[in-house]
């Protein structure tokens, strides 16, 4: 049985999260200042001290201090005495750093096969017309067996599509030049973004996301800095990696604690602009991960950031304070008053405003699943550092890494960029080798696990082609099915 987390302090009473409650998920929120990272660094270091990996984001490049040990800071040693708290002891967490643009941890990559249409139009922001050009030369690349891995291998491929359209037209459907246009000139975009870097292989095994070290879950820590500078991109990298995990791992039900806890700071992101049928994706996927063992905490400034339909699978609620400026605000802070169960000796309107930086409302399922009555306390303050790692202890963190140099390298094996060159290649030096090369109208289609497969199977034996087949075999998010 897993020790229970100690979140808060109210009066002389700790507040815990059972860890066998953790995958009922959570919400954390609050306005910018009041202590959700805090929240959160305290939250990510209890998992791990019980043996729970988990997998956050540092969208402030303060978070990697859970490496390294507190104890230099007034401001928590203070807190500590307010508190009363005779039993904490300065400790770090084991540590593994990612980093999409290879700089401040290992480079983390997906393929474009396994991303898929449905999130790779959020990513590119495109409409509908656009989206649905997108699936067809998907569709187009499953039939002709050609293999995306790559944002050069996209190109190829809408280039390929674009040249040929009416050949595709009786059997795929219309497929105007502008469009083809208006999507490479996106992927143009997000090249410019860092694209080159995030798709291509070896591509993230899910499985280097739940290691633990000496008994301590690892907290896997994605350098988010930088990436939120395209909010699309941060957004859907998530949005992929929640698929992914609902795509590997098999169900087991409740357990005493979770096999992962995953943490989405700036949630909102998630949602901005996103479509109806993508956020029902995500509800679904975010009630049915639970019976997979893993635990998902939305971290953002308000309640309503988070459609309701999601926010009605997080159990576990920890609310900062808002403050009511405007009637618009007035309205926010009754709305998260409403989404915690009600303590009749607390006005919780009221009390949203008046909180102070790591007080919060507290609500926390209890042995039979059911919401806690609120609780105004003090957020326990985290044992390991609060503020960034310097570029020497980042560096050291690096080298001892059980993960040094697994994704350091990229690698380039023949896809579809390097099949359609030579294609043209050959149509260049004998023009009546085009229509032997183009996909036969009337044949029938492969489906697509079938035909990704085959290209896939050669290397079905390495670590790199067994991720690469487990993700063509689709995501809930719109991965290839």
Not at 32 to 59: C, H, M, N, W, Y
Not at 213 to 241: E, F, K, M
Request: hydrophobic share 45%; net charge neutral.
């Amino acid at each position: 049985m897993h020790e229970a987390l100690r979140l808060a302090r109210c009066g002389d009473r700790d507040l815990h999260l059972l860890p066998r409650m953790a995958n009922r998920h959570g919400l954390i929120t609050g306005a910018t200042g009041t202590g959700k990272t805090v929240t959160l660094q305290t939250l990510a270091e209890g998992f791990s001290r019980i043996g729970v990996p988990v997998f956050l984001a540092d969208v402030k490049g303060d978070l990697a201090g859970l490496a390294q040990p507190g104890g230099d800071n007034p401001r928590v040693a203070e807190r500590i005495a307010q508190l009363g708290l005779r039993d904490v002891v300065p400790e770090g967490s084991p540590v593994i750093l990612w980093d999409v643009f290879g700089a401040a941890g290992h480079p983390v990559r997906v393929t474009i096969a396994n991303m898929g249409p449905l999130l790779l139009a959020r990513m590119l922001a495109l409409n509908d017309t656009q989206a649905g050009v997108l699936s067809l030369a998907f569709e187009i690349a499953d039939d002709a067996g050609l293999l995306l891995l790559d944002l050069k291998d996209l190109q190829a491929l809408l280039r390929f599509v674009g040249d040929n359209a009416r050949q595709f037209t009786t059997q795929y459907g219309t497929i105007a030049a502008a469009t083809i246009g208006a999507i490479q000139r996106a992927l143009l975009a997000l090249e410019q973004q860092g694209g080159t870097r995030l798709f291509g292989e070896p591509m993230l095994a899910i499985d280097d996301l739940m290691r633990t070290v000496d008994g301590r879950g690892a907290i896997n820590i994605l350098a988010a800095d930088r990436l939120l500078q395209a909010p699309q991109v941060y957004a859907t990298l998530l949005l992929w990696l929640l698929s992914e995990l609902f795509e590997h791992l098999p169900e087991v039900g409740d357990q005493a604690a979770p096999r992962l806890v995953v943490f989405f700071d700036e949630a909102h992101l998630l949602f901005a602009d996103a479509p109806r049928a993508l956020v029902d994706k995500i509800e679904q996927t975010v009630r049915l991960i639970r019976s997979k063992a893993v635990g998902v905490f939305f971290v953002t400034q308000a309640p309503d950031d988070i459609p309701g339909k999601v926010a009605g699978q997080l159990g576990n609620r920890v609310q900062h304070a808002l403050r009511a400026y405007s009637a618009r605000d007035q309205k926010a802070v009754r709305a998260a008053a409403e989404t915690l169960r009600e303590n009749p000796a607390l006005d919780e309107v009221a009390t949203i405003g008046q909180l102070g930086v790591g007080e919060a409302l507290v609500s926390l399922l209890d042995e039979a699943g059911h919401p806690g009555v609120v609780e105004r306390a003090w957020i326990v303050p985290p044992r390991s550092r609060l503020g960034p790692l310097t570029a020497a202890e980042r560096q050291a963190i690096l080298a001892r890494s059980p993960l040094a140099g697994v994704y350091e390298q990229s690698t380039d094996r023949e896809s579809a960029y390097e099949k359609l060159r030579a294609r043209a290649e050959r149509l260049t030096s004998d023009p009546r080798v085009g229509e032997a090369d183009e996909p036969r109208r009337g044949r029938p289609r492969e489906g697509v696990v079938e035909a990704l497969a085959k290209s896939a199977a050669r290397s079905v034996g390495t670590q790199i082609g067994r991720a690469l087949v487990r993700g063509l075999l689709g995501s809930l998010l719109g991965g290839r099915r």
